[in-house]
């Protein structure tokens, strides 16, 4: 099948490769013209056959929007758009009703498998008219992983589910991300536990907390035992506020997502303000000493104050942030 793919990073270029080695004639474009088949977009437009199908794989939001409106003006009816980035589901009605307008047609697709999708196959999870999802189908055959099409891919419902589903396995995938990271906090800060790794790498068959996460975390700790240097920051890219904003929209409690991804949020803080204020509360109603930066004591006689595990912050000669200053 003839595809044009836009946006050659490092999921659209594997996906690229993918298709290619199963036989598929693949048009890509970017912005790099070391890497693009075409010059633009129109020249992209320019060498498809029609009825033509192209996939955007591009940042979510603005750049997604303005390379479907660019479409929307070369493409002609019959033709077909993909959004396989990570736009949020909200997204996908409006940009399916501005093709509409030139009678393109629309399909949203999550896709998963990160930078070993090209190996491994993708999960895929598409949303869309049945017509429009079954003539691509050659496409997601060669993009799923090999076995059974169900274990790979689905038709999740109308325009929009695909990226709602892809929404929600993120969601799902912090959860567990961070169950696997408490875990092997604890591990580290016991004396008695000798071989962290070999702990995982026990848990990978057999157990049922094995993953492919649980596998990756274990490459993790074979390429830098005991995670020395990694820098605690972790950034969040969308998927989890937007399903932690559904389940306040529709009442679902989703405690587990919440954390993780409050966690991620007090990565970023090298001093909390909020633990300032409790800080500062333990010592108005309770008469508890209030430690100024470089006082703490980091050991308690009979508990642990800060993990084993753990480094205490360094605030000898650098700032460290807590709460602004008030402009009042």
């Known amino acids: 099948m003839q595809m044009g793919l836009i946006g ?9 490769d993918r298709l290619k080695a199963a036989g598929h004639d693949i048009v890509g474009y ?8 075409a010059k633009d977009l129109a020249d992209l437009v320019s060498r498809l056959d029609a009825p033509r199908a192209v996939w955007v794989m591009v940042p979510a939001g603005d750049p997604t929007r303005d390379t479907i409106e660019q479409l929307a003006d070369l493409l002609d009816e019959g033709d077909l758009v993909i959004d396989g980035g990570n736009s949020k589901f909200t997204d996908d009605q409006a940009n399916a009703d501005l093709l509409k307008q030139q009678g393109v047609e629309f399909v949203d697709c999550g896709v998963s498998g990160g930078v070993w999708g090209k190996e491994n196959g993708y999960g895929l999870m598409c949303g869309g008219d049945e017509k429009n999802v079954e003539r691509l189908m050659p496409i997601f055959d060669a993009l799923r992983p090999e076995g059974p099409r169900e274990e790979g891919w689905v038709h999740a419902g109308e325009v929009g589910a695909g990226h709602y589903a892809k929404m929600v396995h993120n969601g799902i995938e912090y959860g567990l991300m961070h169950a696997y990271a408490e875990g092997w906090e604890l591990l580290e800060a016991k004396d008695i536990v000798k071989d962290v790794e070999g702990c995982f790498r026990a848990w990978s068959r057999g157990t049922v907390v094995r993953s492919w996460l649980l596998d990756l975390m274990v490459k993790a700790l074979e390429e830098t035992p005991h995670l020395e240097g990694v820098s605690e920051y972790s950034t969040d890219s969308g998927e989890g506020r937007w399903t932690l904003e559904e389940a306040i929209n529709l009442a679902v409690p989703m405690p ?20 300032q204020a409790v800080a500062a509360l333990r010592g108005q109603f309770g008469g508890h000493e209030v430690m100024k930066f470089g006082q703490e004591p980091w050991r308690k006689e009979g508990q642990a104050e800060v993990s084993p595990a753990a480094e205490k912050k360094d605030t000898s000669g650098e700032a460290t942030p807590g709460a602004k200053a008030s402009e009042h």
């Open 8 to 16: 050659l990073g490092k999921m659209g270029g594997n996906m690229r």
């Open 30 to 37: 970017d912005r790099n013209p070391d890497i693009s088949d």
């Open 256 to 275: 587990v997502l919440a954390a993780a991804l409050f966690a991620r949020f007090t990565s970023r803080q090298e001093n909390s303000p909020q633990m």
